[in-house]
């Protein structure tokens, strides 16, 4: 009872926390403190949303499909580098400072020379997003893998257990919490970066749309767009949060 009295809090309280940011927002607007033309109401927001419905629609179709296809690529990268550098420790020296040094360099100083080289199709956003999404998952499956426990990998060997078996039975489950913690950082470090990617090049696609509203200083189709944007995070991270529950029952039991 305690538990299920704590879960619909722990819901009820977010959703309050919006609705309340909403009402001051809405209030702040219309009551003409901030002129509608740099900060939109909410409901203005909300007409602009539904009048380019179908045209939101089409760009974010294209997002999604770049996000989740650097995503998959990233993960996958993220996921080889992490064992490889885990099995062989000369390539972790040799490779772990490189990995981090991609990370010093900002994302929108890489996004044009992306363009520059690669055109202006899909090719340098979904390069973008490998670039930003492999990182969180190869440093969180490097710190499972070597932080699993030494006297149970001690016994499979003594036992004659190869090395295949101790990273199927020991060290893999082991670091599947950090694998989702970290995917779900990945998760919306693609959708970003798709957005960022789109606004230096691109055809369609939700940052190519924001570029192109802003130029008419439409700001109510602008926050529209951030609203789809944060929908998509949140819609992947929750499909990432039941990936979790199907993989890892035996946290939901406990």
């Given at each position: 009872?305690?538990?299920?009295?704590?879960?619909?809090?722990?819901?009820?309280?977010?959703?309050?926390?919006?609705l309340?940011?909403?009402?001051?927002?809405?209030?702040?607007?219309?009551?003409?403190?901030v002129?509608?033309?740099?900060?939109?109401?909410?409901?203005?927001?909300?007409?602009?949303?539904?009048?380019?419905?179908?045209?939101?629609?089409?760009?974010?179709?294209?997002?999604?499909?770049?996000?989740?296809?650097?995503?998959?690529?990233?993960?996958?990268?993220?996921?080889?580098?992490?064992?490889?550098m885990?099995?062989?420790?000369?390539?972790y020296?040799?490779?772990?400072?490189?990995?981090?040094?991609?990370?010093?360099?900002?994302?929108?100083?890489?996004?044009?020379?992306?363009?520059?080289?690669?055109?202006?199709?899909?090719?340098?956003?979904?390069?973008?997003?490998?670039?930003?999404?492999?990182?969180?998952?190869?440093?969180?499956?490097?710190?499972?893998?070597?932080?699993?426990?030494q006297?149970?990998?001690s016994?499979?060997?003594?036992?004659?257990?190869?090395?295949?078996?101790?990273?199927?039975?020991?060290?893999?489950?082991?670091?599947?919490?950090?694998?989702?913690?970290?995917?779900?950082?990945?998760?919306?470090?693609?959708?970003v970066?798709?957005?960022?990617?789109?606004?230096?090049?691109?055809?369609?696609?939700?940052?190519?749309?924001?570029?192109?509203?802003?130029?008419?200083?439409?700001?109510?189709?602008m926050?529209?767009?951030?609203?789809?944007?944060?929908?998509?995070?949140l819609?992947?991270?929750?499909?990432?949060?039941l990936l979790?529950?199907?993989?890892?029952?035996?946290?939901?039991?406990?």
């Amino acid at each position: 009872m305690i538990k299920k009295l704590r879960n619909t809090t722990s819901k009820i309280l977010p959703a309050a926390a919006i609705l309340i940011i909403l009402a001051v927002w809405q209030f702040v607007s219309g009551a003409g403190m901030v002129s509608k033309f740099l900060l939109p109401s909410p409901l203005d927001v909300l007409k602009a949303l539904v009048s380019d419905f179908p045209l939101l629609m089409v760009n974010a179709k294209v997002t999604v499909i770049e996000a989740l296809t650097g995503l998959f690529m990233g993960v996958a990268i993220g996921f080889l580098m992490a064992v490889f550098m885990d099995h062989f420790d000369k390539l972790y020296k040799a490779f772990y400072p490189l990995i981090v040094l991609t990370q010093t360099i900002p994302t929108i100083a890489i996004a044009p020379l992306l363009v520059l080289w690669f055109g202006y199709e899909m090719l340098p956003k979904v390069i973008l997003i490998v670039i930003v999404t492999f990182f969180p998952i190869t440093v969180s499956l490097l710190d499972g893998f070597r932080s699993a426990d030494q006297d149970t990998i001690s016994l499979m060997r003594s036992m004659g257990a190869t090395s295949l078996q101790i990273f199927r039975h020991v060290k893999f489950p082991g670091s599947l919490s950090q694998f989702f913690a970290s995917l779900r950082i990945s998760v919306s470090y693609a959708v970003v970066g798709a957005v960022i990617s789109e606004w230096l090049g691109g055809f369609e696609g939700l940052g190519v749309y924001m570029i192109r509203v802003k130029k008419g200083f439409s700001f109510d189709k602008m926050f529209a767009v951030i609203f789809i944007i944060s929908a998509i995070s949140l819609l992947l991270m929750w499909a990432v949060n039941l990936l979790q529950k199907r993989c890892m029952p035996w946290e939901e039991k406990s």
